[in-house]
């Protein structure tokens, strides 16, 4: 690398000038050439997704994946509601997801295996976030567990016996969630 004025160029007006800097800083919308960005992470993500979501797993499916990678199956296969409880319970004893200690990996197996109602996850998810006070990871599994009418008890009971252990804000939060929900039931019920 050489200095513009080491290399014999004009410097940098000369190397830019065809940038139309108008353009490309006041044009509304996407950028005006959009890179084309290297998709094969999440091509086996997207792969990986479409066969736990309909049920065909095997042990070797999480061979080479990065941490990312298994937090984004298993995002994706929660929003997309494409895992069964039947699934769940396989991935579970495939890779012990419920024994994780990576945190994002943990919270988003939680949220997938209380949307598919797997009970074993209960206490998991409970023991995770009486542990974990993140309200990243805190109020999305509440929330879940709340919603579950059957296990809706005990995720305000191990709520209220650990509020004082969140941070303001967290328990602020969570609370209002827990109302919310409470009402949304009472209205439904």
Not at 97 to 108: E, G, P, R, V
Not at 148 to 174: D, L, T
Request: hydrophobic residues 40%; glycine residues 6%; proline residues 5%.
């Amino acid at each position: 690398f050489a200095w513009p004025e080491q290399s014999g160029s004009s410097g940098i007006n000369a190397e830019y000038g065809e940038v139309e800097w108008e353009r490309w800083l006041r044009t509304p919308g996407m950028p005006l050439v959009v890179p084309d960005f290297d998709q094969s992470l999440q091509k086996v993500v997207e792969e990986l997704v479409g066969r736990w979501g309909t049920g065909q797993t095997a042990a070797t499916d999480l061979d080479g994946l990065t941490p990312q990678q298994v937090k984004a199956v298993l995002t994706l296969l929660h929003e997309r509601d494409s895992a069964t409880l039947g699934t769940v319970a396989t991935l579970d004893k495939l890779f012990s997801f419920s024994a994780y200690k990576n945190c994002d990996i943990l919270a988003a197996w939680c949220r997938l295996a209380i949307k598919v109602r797997h009970k074993p996850i209960v206490p998991v998810a409970l023991d995770f976030v009486t542990r974990q006070g993140r309200m990243k990871y805190v109020r999305p599994i509440y929330r879940d567990l709340f919603a579950w009418p059957e296990q809706s008890a005990r995720a305000v009971n191990a709520f209220n016996e650990k509020k004082q252990f969140y941070m303001g804000i967290c328990r602020s939060m969570v609370t209002k969630d827990l109302q919310s929900i409470l009402v949304s039931q009472e209205r439904m019920g």
